[in-house]
């Protein structure tokens, strides 16, 4: 297949997806068998803890705790800790923060020193735990942990007195997933599309006297994240497509970041660097300072969910998820506040059921995403800011899968959140995530001074230099991306039932074109396109769900493109989406339209006839099923 099981794609130490390359290889991971789980190098890193993570968090908990019986999990910022805490102490009644500071040993440090707040908890609560790790996206990067590791190392090397020590994080859960990748030609291989080299073999640390010695750190280090490649071969993969600003210049990145958003969403056309401020048609006038940079694209959606809780006080009410939404999203309006109403579908049937809702009690906010993920479907904003005007309630949207670039919603939403991991950085590499404040907003004043409040820039100077150099090229690669999944899909369409002239293999094509493509259409950037992500269902409606079943596996096992969680990679990514995203709930999935064997796409920067030939291939065998 086009990468080995358990690698990381792309093939860099801080890639965020990981190959998954048949369908068992997806249910197996579900099912925790070890064949995947101890073959995984990485994942993606709301669901794994990055090795480099591991062993910070190894550190850590020997200076601090009882390696033997005690788990810990690393924040930024002493206030996550402390939510993190918060959120376990009912169960975790003995959990309990810690902070360590390293500092670079040198003598003209090029960071300043790095402050790294722990919550540590007995093993037996590692799960539920997890779960905040993975709702809000709050924890420390795998570059702060590589950094303080090294830090670590030099001081060791420097001081062989130190008291610090280290074991690995040991019966830490293998977590429950999501997906991702990049455009390099450096990647080809077999299958065309990537290549990655083979996960190394685990190995352990030494710990000597009770200070990690100087080879045991040396160990830790290399054992503990995925050294697939030399150094030389990691820089060479990941600024081959352009070098990126030094370390002192990270205030500059973030700014740039900012400037970058508020030009994109207000006109994509326009370059974001010509000033701070500039203005749509509709008359919106954005700038840099509407814009908030978040280490996640969960950490988005949290962040705003908490500053809207905080703005409305005792009296906030429960939100509404509206529409079929990423997973996550709907768990963190569930279980922090006064919960949360579910309207699955999304659609005029939905909007009548909020209109009632509104009108018996007082509304937050509703969450939704434009276009949904996995469904596509785009919701109805026009309704949705009448309904949020005549009740009095915020609209939050997640653009994620829309683009900046392709749809233009600002004007109709109070809160716009997007997770930068996809598409504006494309490179798969780092994760980040965006607020954005509509300043036309009925509630803009209010809820900005609740939002500068609560928010404290924790998004790691590392990654926003990396998510800085990649996005430069955001907009032609959207653009490409369009062009390319557009192609593909009327292609799929064409053969689909859906489309009333389908061979038994395509049943519906889930793509904004097709999906509800009037909602789309009506925010449709002139120019934009309709993104590069896309799901397709497999067999008839006259067959049994088995015989689906089979057809949709065969159609994913042949499919010689890169497998695993994310969306938005400069490569091609499939996934058994529902499976990784919903393995325990499929009957409840399947109750809100949808498959538990659906495949999703997420296309990226290839020749789109290489990519049909692909998908020719697999259709062919999945042919051979029907016939």
């Not at 722990?118 to 799960?127: P, R």
């Not at 300072?289 to 959606?301: E, R, S, Y």
């Not at 509703?366 to 904003?381: H, I, Q, R, T």
């Amino acid at each position: 297949m086009s990468a080995a099981l358990g690698s990381a794609l792309p093939p860099v130490e801080h890639a965020i997806s990981v190959s998954l390359p048949t369908w068992k290889d997806h249910t197996d991971y579900e099912e925790g068998a070890p064949r995947v789980v101890d073959a995984m190098v990485t994942g993606y890193p709301r669901f794994f803890i990055h090795r480099k993570i591991q062993a910070l968090s190894a550190v850590i908990v020997k200076k601090f705790g009882n390696h033997d019986k005690e788990s810990c999990l690393l924040f930024p910022l002493h206030k996550w800790a402390e939510k993190c805490r918060d959120f376990i102490i009912p169960t975790a009644t003995n959990a309990r923060l810690a902070q360590l500071t390293v500092c670079d040993p040198s003598p003209s440090p090029a960071i300043p020193c790095i402050e790294i707040h722990a919550v540590i908890f007995d093993k037996e609560h590692w799960s539920i735990a997890k779960q905040f790790w993975q709702h809000t996206g709050l924890g420390v990067s795998s570059r702060l942990a590589e950094r303080a590791l090294d830090c670590l190392e030099r001081s060791e090397k420097l001081s062989p007195t130190s008291s610090v020590a280290s074991t690995p994080l040991s019966n830490a859960p293998h977590p429950i997933f999501s997906r991702s990748g990049s455009r390099n030609r450096f990647y080809n291989s077999k299958s065309k599309f990537l290549q990655t080299a083979q996960p190394p073999t685990p190995g352990g640390t030494d710990v000597v006297s009770g200070k990690l010695s100087n080879a045991a750190m040396k160990k830790a280090n290399d054992d503990n994240n995925e050294d697939i490649f030399d150094k030389d071969h990691a820089v060479y993969v990941e600024e081959r497509y352009g070098r990126n600003l030094p370390l002192a210049s990270a205030p500059l990145a973030k700014r740039a970041l900012k400037r970058r958003i508020a030009g994109v969403v207000i006109d994509p056309h326009v370059d974001a660097a010509v000033g701070p401020t500039i203005e749509s048609e509709r008359g919106v006038g954005l700038t840099e300072d509407d814009v908030w940079l978040t280490p996640t694209g969960m950490a988005a959606i949290w962040l705003t969910h908490q500053a809207a809780m905080t703005w409305r006080g005792e009296s906030a009410g429960k939100s509404v998820c509206f529409g079929f939404p990423y997973t996550d999203t709907l768990k963190v309006l569930e279980k922090w506040g006064p919960g949360a109403h579910f309207l699955g579908r999304g659609d005029e049937a939905d909007l009548d059921t909020l209109e009632d809702i509104a009108s018996k009690e007082q509304l937050l906010a509703v969450f939704c995403e434009f276009p949904g993920n996995p469904l596509l479907k785009s919701p109805d904003l026009a309704r949705l800011r009448q309904l949020a005007d005549k009740y009095n309630f915020l609209i939050v949207v997640d653009e994620t899968i829309g683009s900046f670039m392709n749809i233009d919603i600002l004007p109709l939403v109070d809160v716009l959140v997007s997770s930068l991991t996809k598409a504006f950085s494309g490179e798969t590499n780092v994760m980040g995530g965006s607020i954005i404040l509509n300043p036309e907003g009925r509630h803009y004043e209010e809820l900005r001074d609740h939002v500068v409040d609560m928010y404290e820039d924790s998004y790691w100077f590392e990654d926003a230099i990396f998510m800085e150099r990649n996005s430069r090229d955001f907009c032609s690669r959207v653009k490409k991306v369009n062009e390319t999944t557009e192609t593909l899909c009327d292609y799929f369409y064409m053969m689909s039932e859906a489309n009333g002239s389908g061979n038994g293999v395509i049943k519906e094509v889930f793509y904004p074109k097709y999906s509800t493509k009037e909602n789309y259409i009506a925010r449709k950037r002139e120019g934009g396109g309709y993104g590069g992500l896309f799901s397709l269902t497999f067999g008839s409606s006259s067959n049994t769900k088995e015989k689906n079943g089979e057809i949709a596996r065969v159609f994913f096992d042949n499919l010689d493109l890169a497998a695993g969680p994310s969306l938005g990679c400069n490569f091609t990514l499939a996934s058994c989406y529902a499976i990784l995203a919903h393995y325990t709930e499929l009957d409840w999935i399947e109750s809100y339209g949808v498959d538990r064997n659906l495949i999703r796409n997420s296309i990226g920067l290839e020749d789109v006839n290489d990519l049909l030939a692909a998908y020719k291939i697999a259709l062919d065998k999945a042919l051979e099923v029907v016939e």
